[in-house]
């Protein structure tokens, strides 16, 4: 079955740090990848997606993720971070079937 | 409507009701998703309806839970005989296209609390 694997739970930065979350799945064929936020007080929203093509993908508000088939991974990175970044971030997959199966979430924390 | 509808947005209730949560989703989206929300589990699919065929509903919990869409559209999630772990927030979220290419968009969700 399809899962999803976020390393991180909570992570603390301060502004201007680089950021990176890791997210790894497993499913062996084709699949669409992708990474959502939840700001608080907020709903779900999409912040990138990768279905073909150049493995690096880039978002809204300077994100960007790459998909490294051989390591079944979808990490997310920003340079430099913002106080605004500070949210719950999904990373989710599906194998094109329609089922999209989510990550635990990791909570980023960023101090001004 | 403009987004993603759900109601009631909070549900009190107590071990053993029933429980009726509605999505209604952004018109002319063929797909709908039912999602829980707990503390530290992320979130957990529930069921997937796309245009007529046939929902997937591998990831309901138990048989207490079921869910059907109408004239696809409005969709109904009904937890019979409520249990405190069924505490969270259920999302329900639409997408214009099938086959899971197209963008989820997300409601505010309903936060269901069992005493």
């Known amino acids: 079955a399809q899962s999803v694997s976020q390393h991180n739970h909570h992570v603390i930065l301060s502004e201007a740090a680089s950021l990176e979350l890791g997210c790894n799945y497993s499913y062996g064929g084709t699949v669409n990848l992708f990474w959502y936020v939840q700001y608080p007080g907020q709903h779900l929203q999409l912040l990138l997606k990768y279905f073909s093509g150049d493995p690096l993908v880039k978002g809204i508000k300077g994100f960007e993720a790459e998909f490294i088939k051989s390591k079944f991974s979808f990490n997310l990175r920003k340079p430099s971070v913002q106080w605004s970044d500070t949210a719950e971030y999904f990373c989710?997959?599906?194998?094109?079937?329609?089922?999209?199966?989510f990550g635990q979430g990791t909570e980023l924390s960023v101090k001004p | 409507g403009a987004g993603v509808s759900q109601s009631p947005s909070n549900k009190v209730t107590e071990k053993g009701k029933d429980v009726e949560l509605r999505c209604d989703p952004i018109?002319?989206?063929?797909?709908l998703y039912w999602y829980r929300q707990s503390l530290g589990q992320g979130l957990e699919f529930l069921i997937y309806?796309?245009?007529?065929?046939?929902?997937?509903k591998s990831g309901l919990p138990s048989d207490r839970f079921s869910a059907e869409r109408t004239g696809g559209s409005v969709s109904t999630l009904t937890i019979q005989r409520t249990q405190q772990e069924d505490s969270a927030v259920y999302l329900c979220?639409?997408?214009?296209?099938?086959?899971?290419?197209?963008?989820?968009?997300f409601g505010e969700g309903s936060r269901l609390t069992v005493l």
């Open positions: 989710a997959v599906n194998n094109q079937g329609g089922k999209l199966i």
């Open positions: 018109s002319g989206h063929t797909a």
């Open positions: 309806f796309q245009g007529n065929s046939a929902p997937d």
């Open positions: 979220a639409s997408s214009i296209r099938q086959g899971g290419t197209g963008e989820l968009f």
